[in-house]
């Protein structure tokens, strides 16, 4: 934020609206994979993340860049969610507690 002068409020509304962005990915990803299948919900949201980020990058003002980042958070978020049970599930048992912290610290750095 204060890298391109945006004033307290201005970042503070980037954040809203990716954790608002964020919830709509956690609350969708379930209901998309229950219906269609996680192999086609984790399609779905990595292309909705991919998307997300182009349109970060096309932004060229303020508000593009808010609705852009709401659309990438559904995204990584919508991933996140379908990917986890996934690595859990494919995982050998010895190694799924091991697998499920590499993710974990992947996604929360």
């Known amino acids: 934020g204060e890298r391109w002068g945006l004033p307290l409020a201005q970042q503070q509304f980037l954040s809203s609206t990716w ?8 609350l969708l990803s379930g209901v998309v994979a229950d219906s269609g299948g996680r192999r086609a919900a984790l399609l779905l949201f990595s292309a909705v993340h ?8 096309a932004s060229s003002s303020f ?25 859990a599930e494919f995982s050998p048992p ?8 590499v993710l974990g610290l992947a996604w929360n750095g």
């Open 94 to 101: 010895e190694c799924r507690a091991a697998a499920k912290q």
């Open 50 to 57: 991919r998307a997300g980020n182009l349109l970060t990058f």
């Open 19 to 26: 954790f608002l962005g964020g919830l709509m990915g956690f």
């Open 63 to 87: 508000q593009g860049v808010l609705a852009s980042r709401a659309v990438t958070a559904v995204g990584a978020v919508g991933t996140f969610n379908v990917l986890y049970p996934l690595v």
